[in-house]
């Protein structure tokens, strides 16, 4: 008998939960197409009303002196333009050209080329050559260090050379 009622609860109870939802529902429903109707009518009547009439009067509207405002204008580009002018980076001048090289620094180019000439024929680059293209480069313009290094680099990265230095090539 407890079973029955009990069952009987459930049914009761979850129909009566059903139909307070449906109630609430439609109440919300409701207001909501009230709501919508309301925006509608709204943007019926701005729909129809006539584009001239929408528009603000002349005489209540702000005015702007568009003269005073076009020489304000001309005014401050004027002033932005010469302000950038004055604070404008001068012209680079140009770098002057490299000096002649020394005869030390001549001497010292050829002695790093046969180094380099010689190790690859022998294919390899050894400490002592590391030693002795170091001491070169010291006395070479900053054009003749670029070339030689840029040479043996090449080389290296070519695999003409083997190098065989503890530490750097050079």
């Known amino acids: 008998m407890n079973g029955k009622w009990f069952a009987a609860t ?18 919300r429903d409701d207001a909501v197409l009230r709501e919508l109707e309301q925006v509608r009518s709204r943007l019926d009547t701005l729909a129809t009303r006539d584009p001239v009439t929408a528009r603000p009067d002349p005489a209540t509207a702000p005015t702007v002196d568009t003269t005073r405002l076009s020489a304000e204008l001309a005014q401050v580009l004027r002033e932005e333009l010469a302000r950038a002018s004055v604070t404008a980076r001068p012209a680079p001048t140009p770098a002057p050209a490299p000096a002649e090289p020394t005869p030390q620094a001549t001497r010292a180019h050829q002695q790093a080329r046969q180094l380099l000439d010689d190790a690859v024929r022998a294919r390899r680059w050894t400490t002592e050559d590391a030693l002795a293209f170091r001491r070169a480069l010291v006395d070479m313009t900053p054009t003749q260090r670029d070339e030689v290094i840029r040479r043996l680099v090449t080389s290296i990265n070519s695999q003409s050379l083997d190098v065989q230095t503890q530490g750097a090539p050079f």
Not at 17 to 27: H, K, N, P
Request: a positive charge; charged letters at 5%.
């Open 10 to 27: 459930l049914v009761l109870v979850g129909v009566s939960s059903f139909l307070a939802g449906r109630q609430t529902g439609s109440l």
